[in-house]
């Protein structure tokens, strides 16, 4: 369960991860006016909420924080590089439920 008082994860369930995940996005969009209301499973980091590439970097170092996971610092959530588009929250979830199955502690 996410415990916001320490910033860790410990079997973590999907709706857990997915709010970190809308907090982590509200958190590091706050200076792009974003709110979170506007933030679902459906949005689109780039085209609804006008993230930038770069700003994925910022978003995995806080996210990495708040679940105890080294996320490298090459693997941008914000961007499928394969088909050349920005990631919805849904599919970041997967990515991160996927990178944190892999990479127990």
């Not at 996410?2 to 982590?24: A, G, M, P």
């Not at 958190?27 to 709110?35: A, D, L, M, N, S």
């Not at 590089?81 to 199955?101: L, R």
């Amino acid at each position: 369960m996410y415990d916001n008082h320490t910033s860790r994860y410990e079997k973590v369930t999907k709706n857990e991860l997915e709010k970190c995940i809308i907090d982590t996005i509200f958190e590091v969009g706050k200076t792009k006016g974003i709110r979170k209301e506007d933030i679902k499973k459906n949005t689109d980091v780039g085209t609804d909420l006008g993230f930038e590439s770069s700003d994925g970097l910022n978003f995995v170092i806080v996210l990495g924080t708040k679940i105890g996971k080294d996320i490298p610092n090459d693997m941008n959530l914000f961007v499928d590089d394969k088909n050349k588009k920005f990631n919805d929250v849904s599919q970041i979830v997967k990515i991160v439920e996927e990178f944190m199955e892999n990479n127990k502690s």
